[in-house]
């Protein structure tokens, strides 16, 4: 039997307006080679200038991991010589990074929970972007000199499964915290997956491969897969050493496998050394006090709402997990709601009626529409069963929640006079079932109740008819 040895190196970039040593802009889908500077694009006597926007996000960063911040550290050059890094070198931090050591708390569905630890996290510029066609390759500049923050953790992940609910968790927090778009599609949210086994028992770590670029957590979950199987095989046939050996692996979404892309490079490899056109970076007391002032982080909301709305532990953790649905489910609240019934019709009716690639920031029902047809529900102006058919209705077409119930006719009928008179109706017609009902049948009293229903087409109060059955019928 085998242990899967997991750690992750998170890229996040940072949504600063400009790029990490100069000016330009950082923004998404530009032309190419459009966003560039004499600075980026390594040109001689151009010198780098740190944006101090990064470091404040860096600092907000470590206030939410709970880790140190370092008040100096010092920025390294990394050296390796690729097309799409024009200074043959990148701007790191290697023997002091801005953050030290951290944690991140992951929650497994049985309610359990488990720390994993955060190495370090440290500012970086990121590189361009190759594309190739054919038989020639083009190279955009323009992502070249963005700021990163490299979030490593350490190697306490046994599973994929662990493994997706830290990134997760990361996820929702560099969004929480608003210092990153974290856009998986755009590859401002990605992983490198380090992966390695040993025999279970054994607490030696052996060799990692390393698992480069990846922006999709279903992705991420197929690659360790095949890799763990990669490595197991070699182990069990004999040929682990020569099989597995350190080196840098890319994923193929197409075949589901893992593929050596080059050997992976030691530290040494890099040659660090101090950057020389850039000074220690000297964090303050005040600038700490200043920037550790962060949102309510996902676990602290999720311990609130259970405690303030009394939801279960699991529903609160499913609307915590995106701020965007902890903040829809808020102004579902400010309608004058209960918890309850916002987190049913939240995470089972609206998001059972969401299609391929839909979320609450797209959905044509915004919270104060569903919080009002909530709110008419749990008044008693409609059904539960009525609220569906009008949540149906406003999937497909922009109206108001009172517009759509009275177009639809839905309004229940709560008057306990014309209920009466539908009951009494009923009854007198159905002398044989109310002996029988009196002398014992009690199930009888749901035929009652459906043929009310039934009388008065569904736009009866279910609990007044309930009531004035029981009266009647005593």
Request: glycine residues 8%.
């Amino acid at each position: 039997m085998f242990e899967v040895v997991i750690g992750l190196e998170v890229h996040a970039q940072l949504n600063t307006n400009s790029k990490l040593f100069c000016s330009c802009a950082t923004s998404f889908g530009e032309a190419p080679n459009t966003n560039v500077c004499p600075t980026c694009l390594a040109l001689p006597g151009a010198l780098p200038v740190i944006n101090k926007e990064a470091v404040h996000k860096a600092i907000q960063l470590g206030t939410a991991i709970d880790a140190k911040i370092n008040k100096k550290s010092i920025f390294n050059r990394k050296n390796y010589f690729y097309p799409d890094l024009p200074t043959g070198y990148q701007i790191s931090q290697f023997e002091v990074p801005v953050v030290g050591e951290g944690e991140v708390i992951i929650d497994f569905p049985d309610g359990s929970h488990k720390r994993i630890g955060v190495t370090r996290a440290h500012l970086e510029n990121d590189a361009g972007k190759n594309t190739h066609e054919g038989d020639h390759s083009k190279v955009d500049l323009n992502r070249a000199g963005t700021p990163l923050l490299e979030i490593v953790s350490e190697p306490d992940m046994r599973s994929s499964e662990e493994a997706i609910l830290y990134l997760k968790k990361l996820h929702s927090i560099v969004r929480y915290i608003d210092i990153s778009n974290a856009n998986m599609q755009e590859g401002s949210f990605r992983a490198d997956v380090n992966v390695s086994i040993r025999p279970k028992g054994d607490t030696k770590l052996y060799t990692r491969c390393e698992i480069k670029n990846m922006n999709s957590f279903k992705f991420i979950e197929k690659a360790i897969a095949y890799e763990v199987q990669r490595q197991v095989e070699a182990w069990e046939d004999g040929v682990y050493d020569q099989e597995v050996v350190q080196e840098t692996r890319l994923f193929d979404a197409n075949t589901g496998e893992t593929r050596s892309m080059r050997g992976k490079e030691d530290a040494a490899d890099y040659r660090y050394f101090p950057d020389p056109d850039l000074l220690p970076l000297i964090i303050t007391d005040e600038m700490i006090e200043k920037f550790s002032q962060i949102p309510e982080l996902p676990d602290a909301k999720k311990a609130r709402f259970v405690k303030e709305f009394g939801l279960k532990e699991y529903d609160a953790g499913v609307i915590c997990a995106t701020k965007e649905m902890a903040q829809y489910f808020e102004d579902m609240l400010a309608v004058g709601i209960s918890g309850k019934a916002a987190t049913t019709w939240l995470t089972v009716e609206l998001q059972g009626r969401f299609g391929e690639g839909m979320n609450v920031t797209t959905s044509p029902v915004n919270a104060v529409k569903l919080g009002t047809l909530v709110k008419a529900i749990e008044s008693g102006d409609i059904s539960g069963k009525a609220g569906k058919e009008v949540l149906d209705y406003l999937m497909e077409n922009d109206a108001e929640v009172d517009a759509v119930i009275e177009k639809l006719g839905l309004k229940q009928v709560s008057d306990d006079g014309a209920i009466l008179e539908i009951i009494d109706t009923i009854l007198a017609n159905n002398q044989d079932k109310v002996e029988q009902y009196k002398s014992g049948k009690d199930k009888l009293f749901g035929f009652f109740v459906g043929q009310t229903m039934k009388a008065s087409k569904g736009a009866a109060n279910p609990q007044v008819i309930n009531k004035l059955l029981k009266e009647r019928l005593a």
